[in-house]
């Protein structure tokens, strides 16, 4: 028998690291398996706002522009990193949603191996467990938000750059400098895609105490946790500069919107309800996911709820702190502390700076992004400490089956804007931004007897809320009650005088009404003067001009209007732009003109009736009438008698060709014209009246 080489048998220990070899393929793949429907939907929310609507990263100057500027939905947002994705998708593959939702998955696909890279780092005997921690977070429902909601794109980013310096901080490197520079590149990285990089100064003492050995010394702890320290500070300085060099300033102004928290007691019940909610999305979100998590403001103090949920924040702080002075002496890693720096993590976004996030929305899912990194990792450590492997894995085998369950479920509520505020009105029905919403989507649809209804109830439930009566007006304006949806329009401007699109829509009911003067004037010092570049100002500009019958005003709107227009809008652009460039417009232009006796205005007019293709006898008589008066009288004659060879037959042509002849005292020329004319025309009262005027003068007759 031919030797052979046996390959000896694995035993757990080797299988596990055989295991870890492969895990890091297998999570993302995972991941983006379950998630692969979000890639084909729609644009929701603010994605609208945002990419289609908004012109500025449409159809951006320059690159450096549009992403070094504050970000489009606030004054106070500096997010190049994110804003340089969204304007490179727009350039390279246009408006389609795909791309943008693909890359969102991407990106919560290497997340979620981080995760997993992360917890081998901390865990580097538990392979099996590193793959558990990537499942766990990536699978997690609460982060459906994050993925299917392009917008999200900051948290995501944000999260992979923190994630990305939480591993340079694990590793162990030789060069102090080297460390701290990748350190201080990743926090860069991490604080320019969005402003919550900066709850790493909260995460960073508590990451620390949960991965290094206190028995370590104290000069082995210094150069352990220096790097990580000095690259924060440092990448924080370059942010600051950065940020003060595109927008002038380091602090954010004050916000128009915070919510109005006046005592003590209140704004501490609404830290724990908020607080209780994140847990709620963390620990069981199979039933309590939704677009909207709203509560009364202020938080009133009579409800049991409230104060039910303060007492469980209560005993869980209690009991996180127990679980960490208990830890402290046992060799790192320590689960409390990572849970811990999960929970310092949502500082900024569980109000205690008090926020809105419109229609009575005190937290968002997207906000868990980063921190459920670290409450997952420290779970799955606690787990790997508590359970068999057995009861782990029937657990998180559960766990996993219910997550894949809710993703598939929910996903498809995130595929329209229809589908998501149908779920938003059930899941939060006394909000009225879902309503608002809902309203908004029935008037694009041409659905405005709905949009009538669906905007009555956000009135009712916010009667200050401008979009809603903005929404409502709109339905009615398309029904044809200008009257009404004036006064709604006129409340809306009321409530927020900055609001554009306001002021444009009432612009539009006023000159239905023929009040054109008052919308021009509108038009100009409400929204233009405001923003040159409004496409929905100037496409309302060329409505109006159009109805004036000034096609060159109108084209010249119209023109403008095409290169800032949401897409939806340029069919109806189009439409107007063809009417501006009709010939027929330009020849009454140019007769206008020439009444008023402005013949310079005439001649530009009737030449661009001939560029559009005005019947040549027209352009001709009408600029030749416009050059006579303009004094042009050769270029005239040359053009009438160019026309006539042509056109022998057209009386127009004769008659002016005689109006040229008469002013230049070629008398016996000009009544030859005349009576070709009268020939050729007999029921035409023009030539006989300019015969007769001809007569009347001194050598008339012969």
């Not at 005005?614 to 004659?637: C, I, K, M, Y």
């Amino acid at each position: 028998m031919a030797n052979r080489e046996l390959e000896p048998d694995l035993n757990p220990m080797n299988r596990e690291l055989a295991a870890g070899r492969w895990q890091f393929a297998f999570v993302p793949f995972v991941v983006g398996i379950c998630f692969y429907p979000a890639i084909f939907g729609e644009y929701v929310w603010d994605d609208t706002l945002i990419l289609v609507d908004s012109a500025r990263y449409r159809v951006a100057d320059s690159l450096v522009s549009a992403v070094w500027s504050s970000f489009s939905l606030s004054p106070n947002y500096f997010r190049p990193l994110g804003v340089l994705s969204f304007v490179l998708e727009l350039r390279f593959w246009g408006l389609g949603p795909l791309p943008p939702h693909l890359l969102n998955v991407a990106l919560h696909a290497l997340n979620s191996l981080l995760v997993a890279l992360l917890f081998r780092r901390l865990k580097p005997s538990r392979p099996l467990s590193s793959l558990a921690a990537g499942l766990l977070y990536g699978l997690h429902p609460a982060l459906l938000e994050t993925v299917a909601f392009v917008s999200c794109r900051f948290d995501l980013l944000v999260c992979t750059w923190l994630l990305i310096f939480l591993l340079v901080d694990s590793l162990e490197l030789e060069s102090v400098a080297g460390k701290t520079a990748m350190a201080a590149g990743a926090f860069l990285m991490a604080a320019l895609s969005k402003e919550m990089a900066v709850c790493m100064l909260l995460v960073l003492p508590l990451w620390h105490w949960a991965v290094v050995d206190p028995r370590s010394g104290g000069r082995q702890i210094f150069y352990r946790v220096a790097p990580a320290w000095a690259g924060a500070v440092l990448g924080g300085i370059f942010y600051l500069a950065f940020r003060f060099l595109a927008l002038g300033q380091v602090l954010p102004q004050p916000g128009a919107g915070a919510i109005n928290v006046r005592e003590l007691l209140s704004h501490t019940l609404l830290i724990a309800r908020s607080m209780a909610t994140y847990a709620t999305l963390v620990l069981w979100p199979f039933t309590s996911l939704s677009p909207l998590h709203v509560s009364p403001l202020p938080v009133p103090e009579t409800d049991p709820w409230v104060w039910g949920e303060f007492g469980l924040c209560l005993v869980g702080g209690l009991f996180l702190v127990w679980w960490g002075i208990r830890s402290w002496r046992r060799p790192p890693p320590r689960a409390a502390f990572l849970v811990a720096a999960g929970i310092a993590g949502l500082a900024p976004v569980v109000n205690l700076l008090p926020l809105e996030l419109g229609g009575g929305a005190i937290v968002a899912e997207r906000f868990l992004t980063f921190p459920l990194t670290l409450l997952v990792m420290g779970v799955t450590l606690m787990a790997t400490q508590l359970l068999s492997r057995r009861v782990g894995l029937l657990l998180l085998t559960l766990w996993l089956a219910g997550s894949v369950f809710t993703i598939r479920r929910t996903l498809p509520h995130w595929q329209d804007e229809e589908s998501l505020w149908s779920w938003a009105v059930e899941r939060a029905p006394g909000s009225p931004l879902g309503w608002t919403n809902l309203a908004l989507e029935a008037t694009r649809r041409g659905e405005n007897a709905r949009a009538i209804e669906l905007s009555e109830k956000a009135i009712m439930l916010d009667p200050k809320n401008a979009n809603a009566l903005d929404n409502k007006g709109v339905a009615l304006f398309h029904l044809g009650r200008v009257a009404e949806a004036e006064v709604l329009f006129r409340g809306a401007t009321d409530l927020e005088p900055g609001n554009l699109l306001y002021w444009n829509n009432l612009a539009a009911v006023i000159r239905d009404q023929g009040r054109v003067e008052e919308a021009e004037q509108i038009l100009f010092s409400r929204v233009l003067d405001r923003d040159p570049g409004f496409g929905l100002g100037h496409l309302n500009l060329g409505i109006l001009y159009l109805q004036a019958q000034r096609p060159d005003l109108a084209e010249a709107h119209l023109v403008k209007a095409a290169q800032t227009l949401p897409p939806r809008e340029l069919e109806s652009q189009e439409r107007l732009l063809g009417q501006a460039r009709e010939s027929r417009r330009w020849l009454k232009l140019g007769d206008a003109f020439l009444n008023r006796g402005d013949s310079k205005a005439a001649v530009a007019a009737f030449r661009r009736s001939h560029e559009l293709g005005a019947p040549e006898p027209d352009f001709a008589v009408g600029l030749g009438a416009a050059l006579v008066e303009s004094g042009h009288w050769q270029e005239a004659r040359v053009l009438l008698e160019s026309a006539i060879r042509r056109h022998p037959k057209e009386a127009r042509l004769w008659n002016n060709l005689g109006m040229l002849e008469l002013r230049e005292k070629r008398l016996l020329a000009a009544k030859e014209m005349f009576l070709k004319a009268m020939a050729l025309a007999p029921e035409w009262d023009g030539p006989r009246h300019n015969l007769a005027l001809l007569e009347r003068l001194p050598g008339g007759r012969p």
